[in-house]
T-cell receptor, first 111, second 114 residues
């Protein structure tokens, strides 16, 4: 089983749609969770951290379910510029500061 | 977040040669990492660059093939040695500026080996 698993997609949605991605992680001891965004031929960029209480940043909402070991990202009112690959990221539990990256979910927002 | 630059941004190299990639940060950072991202794949961690000591390599990566230096808290290099076409990839450095786990990435070096 992969340490971080994501549906690769692509998710093809119209502008204005709401879309949700889920991600599961295998190690229940993980403490830090993130969503990164990666545009084609660009480096990954931190989109948001994911907190136990859930957090929101504009049109983006991230939630963590520790009991089920999954993380979600909700994007409301999708824009064409949201088209990218979204990476689910979890820290390792060996206090090394390393991160484990999921393989990514590709989002295509069409006009 | 830190501002990170990488040189070169891209290169085309011949089989059997070596390329050194530089990563420069505009502020002192706790941790620096080197990743590889092959076409259509996610990121694979090569090693953690430790300041003043040998890098810590992940399974499948060895120092002879990927020697790393980190002479101070703002700079690191990764060398890809004795290159083969299988080394064609994007190489990314990342940093953890503070006490948290968030990593910030450089723009990457796109390497093609012919």
């Amino acid at each position: 089983r992969k340490e971080v698993e994501q549906d690769p997609g692509p998710f093809n949605v119209p502008e204005g749609a709401t879309v949700a991605f889920n991600c599961t992680y295998s190690n229940s001891a993980s403490q830090s969770f993130f969503w990164y965004r990666q545009d084609c031929r660009k480096e990954p960029k931190l989109l948001m951290s994911v907190y136990s209480s859930g957090n929101e940043d504009g049109r983006f909402t991230a939630q963590l379910n520790r009991a089920s070991q999954y993380i979600s990202l909700l994007i409301r009112d999708s824009k064409l510029s949201d088209s990218a690959t979204y990476l689910c990221v979890v820290n390792t539990v060996d206090s090394s500061y390393k991160l484990i990256f999921g393989s990514g979910t590709r989002l295509l927002v069409r006009p | 977040s830190a501002v990170i630059s990488q040189k070169p941004s891209r290169d085309i190299c011949q089989r059997g040669t070596s390329l050194t990639i530089q990563c420069q940060v505009d502020s002192q950072v706790t941790m620096m990492f080197w990743y590889r991202q092959q076409p259509g794949q996610s990121l694979t961690l090569i090693a953690t660059a430790n300041q003043g000591s040998e890098a810590t390599y992940e399974s499948g990566f060895v120092i002879d093939k990927f020697p790393i230096s980190r002479p101070n808290l703002t700079f690191s290099t990764l060398t890809v040695s004795n290159m083969s076409p299988e080394d064609s990839s994007i190489y990314l450095c990342s940093v953890t500026p503070g006490l948290g786990y968030e990593q910030y990435f450089g723009p990457g070096t796109r390497l093609t080996v012919t």
